[in-house]
């Protein structure tokens, strides 16, 4: 039987890098795809909880279906093994959040919702790849990606990964020199919100933006030098987030 | 000079568990506050990248000032170190989230906007706690976890805590028999998704619900059996999700 893959993103169903991965995808699994119903970038594992989540069918062909969902990247995942799967009567090999379009390395974890699909779906007993590029443009050019993300994908449904671990893969924009295991590099945001003012009233309005600080620029086993040096890079994460050498030593 | 602590939290600056927490703090800190203006439950990380914010200045008292946010709880971090705190020429000493109203242990850490306030603090550098209280009513007795926030609040801001490393402290409903240092119990949500039927047009919708399936319900040593024996539970956490065991094996 051909493999079957959950795919979610956080640019939403109709953003090119989600395409991208169908395309590469579908001549090798069946897929479906649950996706927000626009951009919910930096949504983390956010759940809804306030407000009740439509799912609307776009797409049923041989080996796709493809349905938008008005809830979070996680909503997706949610709705996915819920409702959509049971009545399918399917599980999943594989779960990927992605392509998204933007760097979800290092710190960026924390905020991606890419990266809070890949949570979820580790949390719903999966292995799941969250793949991310480099370039924020609309039409960022994801082509050199595809063998890797084929390689990758393949090895993971014959092995699987270990309970409470996943995958983050980002690729460097442009030209890929070969891809790299590495550890989540220590860094931070910095400058990052920026002071507006409406133009007739004069209140005060805020954006966010800003720039990443690395704690350890020099350290050259990390995800962000991979990416700085043109490698992509494969960080395996574990959703187990207990500081076990703080566990040893705090006493009240 | 008193210590100066930042705090916010996920229910919205009216919520009665971030009123109590300012009630028993401003005896022994200056307290800057910047919390959500309404619910934000469930909102992880998130960050809001698509519209701009605004803050509003609702109190400002000797030692006390408090501004409401319309972003997530991260933003009101964001919002209070970027914009803020160099305004008001301080640094805090510690960053509180909470005290949240439900259950933020185990996996719970992921979807948590309180949790999400004590990633962000870490990551600004400064000493961050999550307080939250396994009850979820609006009227909850946090009465119980006063003594307990005071110790750890004053044992952080004298000793620090390790860099990229914060605390989640969760409290039983009632009595507390006393505080137990934990991992995080290994576990997931189940049962997740409730369908509903618009009352005319027969539409479908779905709220999130469920309960948690605990995968190891024998250990001792975590959140949740502290939790369920009347312990309060300080589970020490990491920002490094690297999972350096998978890292050493994963060869593509």
Redesign the interface.
């Known amino acids: 039987m051909r493999p079957y893959i959950l795919i979610s993103n956080d640019d939403g169903y109709q953003a090119g890098g989600i395409n991208h991965l169908i395309e590469v995808l579908r001549p090798i699994a069946d897929l479906l795809v649950v996706a927000p119903d626009g ?1 919910r ?10 407000v ?4 609307n069918l776009l797409r049923e062909e041989e080996g796709f279906t493809l349905y938008a969902c008005t809830g ?1 990247p ?2 997706c995942i ?2 996915a ?3 959509l799967l049971p009545r399918i009567g399917r599980t999943p090999d594989l779960v990927i959040g992605g392509i998204n379009h933007g760097d979800n390395s290092s ?1 960026n ?3 991606s919702g890419t990266m ?1 699909i890949v ?1 979820e779906g580790t ?3 999966v292995p799941s790849i969250g793949f991310s590029l480099c370039d924020m443009a609309k039409d960022a050019d994801f082509s050199a990606c595809d063998e890797y993300i084929v ?2 994908v393949q ?1 993971v449904i014959a092995e699987g ?5 996943c ?1 983050n893969v980002n690729f460097p924009k442009g030209e890929i020199k070969g ?1 790299r ?4 590099a ?1 860094s ?2 910095i ?3 920026a ?2 003012e409406h133009p007739t009233y004069g ?6 933006t800003g720039e990443v600080k690395e ?1 350890e620029p020099e350290a050259t086993d990390t995800d962000r030098w991979a990416l700085y040096h043109g490698y992509a890079a ?14 040893e030593t ?3």
Do not use: H
């Not at 990964?161 to 671990?165: A, E, G, I, N």
């Not at 295991?181 to 989540?184: D, I």
């Not at 209140?203 to 966010?208: G, I, Q």
């Open positions: 951009a970038s930096g949504y983390s594992c956010s759940i809804t909880t306030q009740p989540m439509k799912l979070s996680v909503d949610k709705m093994f819920n409702i710190v974890t924390y905020y809070g949570t949390f719903q007993r390689k990758i090895k990964l270990p309970p409470y671990t995958l891809i295991v590495c550890r989540m220590k931070t945001w400058k990052e919100v002071a507006c209140f005060p309005y805020y954006w966010l704690y494969i960080t395996p994460q574990t959703l187990d987030s207990t500081s076990y050498s703080l566990l705090f006493k009240l």
